[in-house]
């Protein structure tokens, strides 16, 4: 018999496959079908604290007399965040009623300020854990990495004061020491890693002459930027659950992430192509797997070819195609 149950940030998941943050978790209906299809737990669409600062500025922005009023910019801002905190709130009470798999909040933050303070209100409205999402673009050339990575810890702990659930942090993949961000925030008690968030990023539209946003859903060749680091981090840093994010479109890639040792995978992009049924397909192919391979439990497997059980770690650590170069050198100077 199969067992695909598995623990992640002290959560019980019927299995490790969860729908990460996007508009694929943004009602109760569809967080329902989620369910129904067979996933281990849901990332709430993220509650986004540039959105709400960018509502507040330009309703501010369209009556001038706003400008000139400090009491009506505060009570607009008051009213904007309010709002936005109280539809996010009703959502998680809803879908804590209607399903019965673990219920995670997600916040986008890009400050510590005492925006975070309503984390707390999170808690108290049933969730059974929180994702940070955070992406700070280092634009500042006079801060140095070091003040940046401090950004993030600031982000962390602002929060961690404030509940008592579980709280993962999802970054990027653009750290000086990857390795040093993540002993940093498990020393400060982080109960998870998410590898990596996917952000906008621009592009340029040659014809129109303008900047415009680059392709939003993830591609199956992304899984290449997580799978390293899930591999070596999963092994370095102990106590700390890892969740993989980012190019996971079928079960064969759900499976890698798992054997590099990721606790959870998370999936968004190919369940918008291929709807949701895509999250039943993955768990049987993950399943089939199993069986051909004769596990048991996702336990017996996972984390079998991380960084510090394979024979050569250095595998993990390699960043040039020398070997794939010198064996088709000649094709290439044809």
Known sequence: ?????????????????????????????????????????VVLKSLFEEQI?????????????????????????????GNSISNYLTLIKEAKEAVSI???????????SDWTSFAKEIEKAGADAIELNAFIVPNDRNMSSIEYE?????????????VNIPISMKIGIYFTNLFSVADRLNADGADALVLFNRFY??????????????E?????????????WVGMLSDKIKGLDISAS?????????IKQLLAGATTVQI????YEHGFDQITTILEDITKWMVRKEFKTVGEFRGSLNYGSIEDPGLYERAQFMKYFSNNEKDVLI
């Open 1 to 41: 018999m199969i067992n695909l149950e598995t623990t992640y940030m002290g959560l019980q998941l019927k299995n490790p496959l969860i729908v990460s943050s996007s508009g694929l978790t943004n009602s109760v209906r569809k967080i329902k079908i989620i369910e129904e299809k067979g996933a281990g737990a």
């Open 53 to 81: 600062r960018n509502e507040t500025k330009n309703l501010i922005g369209k009556d001038p007399a706003n400008r000139s009023y400090p009491e009506a910019e505060d009570y607009i801002n008051t009213y904007i965040k």
């Open 102 to 112: 673990p219920v995670i909040a997600s916040i986008n933050c890009i400050s510590s």
């Open 150 to 162: 401090k950004l993030y810890f600031n982000i962390f702990n602002a929060v961690k004061k404030e």
């Open 201 to 214: 990023e621009p592009d340029i539209d040659i014809e129109k002459m303008k900047i415009t946003s680059a």
């Open 216 to 228: 939003v859903l993830s591609s199956a060749s992304d899984i290449r930027k997580s799978l390293r």
């Open 246 to 254: 980012t190019g996971i479109h079928n079960g064969e890639a759900a």
């Open 268 to 271: 968004c992009s190919t369940v």
